[in-house]
């Protein structure tokens, strides 16, 4: 399975993205996904998690409200839908399973809020 991320970009604050993790094969395997985030400077992050039928989400304090995790099994891709967006959340953007597996990671996607 190899995990490509998109839809990220340049907003400014208080705008939204929608990322999107599209999967090579089925994920549907893996019970646990998420997104993770890696700012220059900082330790990686987790941002959220969702379980493989999407029946259990969890969210990270800093973006909980904000972002939204959801997955579509059919079409084997995850989505993070972020709103409010702060220039704290400018970061790449990775998807991968929890716990992490290395052979898993992606280019991720550049997210970057202007204040």
């Known amino acids: 399975v190899q995990l490509v991320e998109s839809g990220g970009g340049l907003v400014q604050a208080g705008g939204s993205l929608r990322l999107s993790c599209a999967a090579s094969?089925?994920?549907?395997?893996?019970?646990?996904m998420g997104w993770y985030r890696q700012a220059p400077g900082k330790q990686r992050e987790l941002v959220a998690t969702?379980?493989?039928?999407?029946?259990?989400?969890n969210y990270a304090t800093f973006v909980k409200g904000r972002f939204t995790i959801s997955r579509d099994n059919a079409k084997n891709t995850m989505y993070l839908q972020m709103n409010s967006l702060k220039p704290g959340d400018t970061a790449v953007y990775h998807c991968?399973?929890?716990?992490?597996?290395?052979?898993?990671w992606g280019q991720g996607t550049q997210v970057t809020v202007s204040s």
């Open positions: 991968n399973a929890v716990p992490i597996r290395p052979g898993l």
């Open positions: 094969g089925s994920t549907a395997s893996i019970n646990v």
């Open positions: 969702i379980t493989s039928g999407g029946g259990s989400t």
